[in-house]
């Protein structure tokens, strides 16, 4: 089966695959955000709380982005305030390969990079407390 090329709606910089990648994920947030997706977040208010803290204007323009790339699929999950939940694509497990090898260079070459999903457990233990605490008021 062959796989579908991406396009871009404005012309390209150059020819070069590097610099066409580049325009698609290339900058400072996008594939921070495509990390998170491939280690399972799923929802807004888990990107948010990453330690990078992006903000949420340019949260909601890479996920907008993303999907329009086809990188993730936007899911309804609550009709409750219109929640969604964004998930990955056959398309966007393709660039799984891509943060691996930026994950596997920044290990090796930048003093003080780690490997972590949460920051430390105790900030995990909040989050989770925090959304049982506001399930069971609204039980």
């Known amino acids: 089966m062959m796989k579908s090329k991406l396009q871009l709606e404005q012309p390209w910089r150059s020819y070069c695959p590097v610099s066409r990648t580049l325009d698609l994920v290339g900058d400072k947030w996008t594939l ?30 890479r996920l907008k982005r993303l999907e329009s790339l086809g990188f993730v ?6 009709d409750h305030a219109n929640r ?17 090898s930026i994950l596997d260079w920044g290990l090796e070459n ?4 780690e490997t972590r999903l949460w920051p430390d457990s105790e900030s995990q233990k909040k989050t989770t407390r925090k959304k049982a605490t506001s399930r ?3 039980r």
């Open 73 to 78: 699929e936007r899911r309804q999950y609550s």
């Open 84 to 100: 969604f939940e964004y998930l990955v694509t056959t398309q966007g497990e393709r660039l799984r390969p891509l943060v691996q």
């Open 110 to 113: 930048i003093d003080g990079a």
């Open 32 to 61: 921070v955000v495509v990390r998170d997706l491939l280690l399972g977040l799923t929802r807004y208010e888990q990107f948010l709380d990453r330690p990078e803290k992006i903000s949420t204007n340019i949260l909601a323009n």
């Open 136 to 138: 069971q008021r609204k």
